[in-house]
Nanobody, 117 residues
Framework: QVQLVESGGGLVQAGGSLRLSCAAS????MAWFRQAPGKEREFVAA????????YYADTVKGRFTISRNNAKNTVYLQMNSLKPEDTAVYYC??????????????WGQGTQVTVSS
């Protein structure tokens, strides 16, 4: 059973930064998704096994950076220039059965990110 443990969420003012971490029990293609209240879950970013291939939603491109440390089986999401509309529960995901932007076989428990204006 794959385990994903997220950390790093919190409250930050608009324009600020946060870094999320996700520790996995193995090496997988991984991603971050988010879900705001009353909205559907949406893709944020994904990263390939090697860390060379990365993918971003247009809404976060240029502000967020996904990276990984394979020695620690950990994926990070560095979030800069945060906006109130980035407020959501952020979920780590691993092992997509198909497209890296759609669905994953394993999900973390989620971590809350709140951006105040």
């Amino acid at each position: 059973q794959v385990q994903l443990v997220e950390s790093g969420g919190g409250l930050v003012q608009a324009g600020g930064s946060l870094r999320l971490s996700c520790a996995a029990s193995g090496r997988y293609v991984m991603a971050w998704f988010r879900q705001a209240p009353g909205k559907e879950r949406e893709f944020v970013a994904a990263i390939g096994w090697s860390g060379f291939n990365t993918y971003y939603a247009d809404t976060v491109k240029g502000r967020f950076t996904i990276s990984r440390n394979n020695a620690k089986n950990t994926v990070y999401l560095q979030m800069n220039s945060l906006k109130p509309e980035d407020t959501a529960v952020y979920y780590c995901a691993a092992d997509p059965p198909g497209s890296v932007t759609l669905d994953y076989n394993y999900w973390g428990q989620g971590t809350q990110v709140t951006v105040s204006s």
